[in-house]
């Protein structure tokens, strides 16, 4: 189980470039960046496709799992991008930042897992340090104005954790599913660009570069690391640790100089990585009861 929980936190890690990446992408329209950023994540499933032995074709695949996956991945950048289009980037990042907390909470109702006082408390240690990340030490002034922007920002934490949760329910199904759901995705993506967006592609070397490394990593590689996590990992702990990615991502910017150190930002790092220790207490480090194998 530490293993596959390692396996997933490393999404996390990956996500963690997801600001620096698409800041460098220039001014790419979102759903044109999803759709081609996607459709790279598409290659690396299907590299990884033939670096492993092949799926068990026999083996059906439940309808549901389709739609839990092309909903999740699509859906949940579908309603991202609507949120932002709609309300503050500062509130709708907030609550779309919701997941973490939901996945510890919804944990609690999936067969054979328990939810510990230390994963909920850790949970709201790292929405505190997430806070102090998103608002940059500033307060929220939620507007009525905004509303059906922040219910999309709801919508975009329901479906995330969701599909987190629901994967849970089929280990059976094999990770290299994730190539078709990043491939629908950027079919999807593309059909909202050409209904919604004027295309504007990336200008130079660099600015694709950086689409590269999206679809390589934080749309491509993380998906698939993220799903090993949720499935055979401690989702307790992979819930919590995950508020660590707003922390990662602004160190990140703050070594590529994009950002500047401050008392909030160690603040927040004091917060959530408290919080993602107080999940850890005992999952990872506890022997496990049973002479069973690691994940």
Sequence with gaps: MGRATLIGFSAVAMWALLALLTDASGQVPPFLLSAITFAIGTCV????????????????????????GIAGLFGYHFFYFTALRNAPAVEASLIAYLWPLLIVLGSALMPGERLAWNHVVGALLGLAGTFLIVTKGGGLAFDARYAFGYAMAGVCALLWSSYSLLSRRFPSVPTSIVTWFCAATSVLSLLCHLLLEKTVLPDGPGQWLAVVGLGLMPVGAAFYAWDIGVKRGNIQVLGAASYAA??????????????EPSLRILAACVLITGGAALAVRSPLLRKPATGGASA
């Design 45 to 68: 499933g299907l590299a990884a496709r033939l670096a492993m032995p092949a799926p068990d074709k026999s083996r059906k695949v439940p309808p549901q799992v389709w739609l839990i």
């Design 246 to 259: 707003p922390l990662l991502s602004t160190l990140v910017l703050i070594a590529a100089g994009v950002a």
